[in-house]
T-cell receptor, first 112, second 110 residues
Framework: DAEITQSPRHKITETGRQVTLACHQT?????MFWYRQDLGHGLRLIHY???????NKGEVSDGYSVSRSNTEDLPLTLESAASSQTSVYFC???????????FGDGTRLSIL | ELKVEQNPLFLSMQEGKNYTIYCNYS?????LYWYRQDPGKSLESLFV?????AVKQEGRLMASLDTKARLSTLHITAAVHDLSATYFC??????????FGGGTRLMVKP
């Protein structure tokens, strides 16, 4: 079965470190998204991509970057981790416009 | 810019009771989605509402959309414990971007 996989599931790191969260999907979806989930805020869009070599900023993109070198993967990088970036991060993909997004299981990131 | 608000944020109810979760959105949205999230888990798609007057039902859950009022509702009929979860609505804006509401945490007590 097709799926979307995030790794690691949990990570603890220190402020100032570079951190990369992986997202891999086998749906062959062109659209991929990264969200962060914080209590009281629901999910907020960080970055998104509509295909290889395409990346776009979302609502809360400061301090984050993504790259899309193939259809399956959209890694999220925190260039210099800050305590405010402690959150649960979800990756999602969708087949096309208007189709429901499929979510990964999330990565719980703690920055000390 | 699309903004989505849900209420209530927290709902505690007895098994067998009915209740409604409300989702208001600020500007025209192409689609309205409902998701369920169990604690520590991912989001599961429940409903996609495509047009004004759309109604979808799955088991004890029924979702509706009123685009003129910019309102979607998720109605729970005869709640059971298994429905305990957090429910999110999300509006779709141009470019397949979702804007989520803050979520409604539902607890159904025996």
């Amino acid at each position: 079965d097709a799926e979307i996989t995030q790794s690691p599931r949990h990570k603890i790191t220190e402020t100032g470190r570079q951190v990369t969260l992986a997202c891999h999907q086998t749906w062959n979806h062109n659209n991929m998204f990264w969200y962060r989930q914080d209590l009281g805020h629901g999910l907020r869009l960080i970055h998104y991509s509509y295909g290889v070599q395409d990346t776009n900023k979302g609502e809360v993109s400061d301090g984050y970057s993504v790259s899309r070198s193939n259809t399956e993967d959209l890694p999220l990088t925190l260039e210099s981790a800050a305590s405010s970036q402690t959150s649960v991060y979800f990756c999602a993909s969708s087949e096309g416009e208007y189709q429901p997004q499929h979510f990964g299981d999330g990565t719980r990131l703690s920055i000390l | 810019e699309l903004k989505v608000e849900q209420n209530p944020l927290f709902l505690s109810m007895q098994e067998g009771k009915n209740y409604t979760i409300y989702c208001n959105y600020s500007t025209t949205s192409d689609r309205l989605y409902w998701y369920r999230q169990d604690p520590g888990k991912s989001l599961e798609s429940l409903f996609v509402l495509l047009s004004n007057g759309a109604v979808k039902q799955e088991g004890r859950l029924m979702a509706s959309l009123d685009t003129k009022a910019r309102l979607s509702t998720l109605h729970i009929t005869a709640a059971v414990h298994d429905l305990s979860a957090t429910y999110f609505c999300a509006g779709l804006s141009a470019g397949n971007m979702l804007t989520f509401g803050g979520g409604t945490r539902l607890m159904v007590k025996p």
